[in-house]
C-alpha cells in the first residue's frame, strides 16, 4: 500500500515522493525538507508532492479541480507587528476550513498591539517562494512558525514554495521544523 492510499480525499492529483522529487519544490522548501529528512528521516519520506495547473494553485480551486478534500488543504499566512520598533513576523498554519485569529491568539502570541497580514511582495522577496506557494517548510530563520493544533494531526496539503505544485506531509512533520509552535485556538 503506497503512502497515497493510506489517506482519504487526496483526490485526482498526481503524487509522489518529494524527496525524489525535489526539483518540484522551490529552493528553500526543497532545503528545508532536506533538513527535516537529515534530523527525521523516517517522517520526511512520507513527504509527497504533486505538479499542477498554476491556474488551479488556490485552495478552493485546487480543491475542487483535482476533487481532494478540502480538510487537507492548509494555508500559511504571514502575519506581521511591531513591538518596541521590532518587526516580528509569523507564519501561521490553519486548515482551510478554518480562520486565523488574527486579531487575538496571532497578537497576543506575537505580543504586538496590532496584528496585519503581510504585503504580498515583501513576503515574497523574504520567502523566494512565489506568492500562492507560501508554505511553511523552508521559511526564514527570523520568523516564528505557528501551527494550529488541527493541522498537528493528519496530512496536510500544503504550498511547495511554487504555484506549479503541492506539497502534501504528515502533520507531524511540520511540528518538527525549526521554531514550530504548535498553538490551540491558532484558528477558529
Known amino acids: 500500500m503506497s503512502i497515497v492510499d493510506e489517506i482519504n480525499g487526496m483526490g485526482t492529483a498526481h503524487w509522489v515522493s518529494a524527496l525524489d522529487n525535489l526539483h518540484l519544490l522551490a529552493t528553500p522548501v526543497a532545503d528545508g525538507l532536506r533538513e527535516v529528512a537529515a534530523q527525521e528521516p523516517e517522517l520526511a519520506a512520507r513527504a509527497l508532492v504533486c505538479g499542477i495547473d498554476p491556474a488551479y494553485a488556490d485552495t478552493e480551486a485546487m480543491t475542487e479541480h483535482y476533487e481532494m478534500d478540502i480538510y487537507l488543504s492548509c494555508n500559511c499566512i504571514l502575519v506581521a507587528g511591531k513591538r518596541e520598533g521590532e518587526e516580528r513576523v509569523a ?5 482551510a476550513t478554518t480562520n486565523a485569529d488574527v486579531n487575538h491568539v496571532i497578537k497576543k502570541t506575537l505580543n504586538v ?9 515583501r513576503a515574497v522577496a523574504a520567502s523566494g517562494m512565489e506568492y500562492g506557494g507560501i508554505t511553511p517548510v523552508g521559511i526564514p530563520e527570523n520568523w516564528r512558525l505557528l501551527i494550529d493544533t488541527r493541522v498537528a494531526e493528519g496530512f496536510c496539503v500544503i504550498g511547495s514554495g511554487l504555484r506549479t505544485s503541492k506539497l502534501a506531509v504528515p502533520g507531524e512533520l511540520l511540528t518538527k521544523l525549526p521554531r514550530a509552535e504548535v498553538i490551540e485556538g491558532l484558528a477558529n
Open 91 to 95: 507564519a501561521s498554519v490553519i486548515r
Open 113 to 121: 498591539r496590532k496584528c496585519s497580514f503581510w504585503p504580498q511582495e
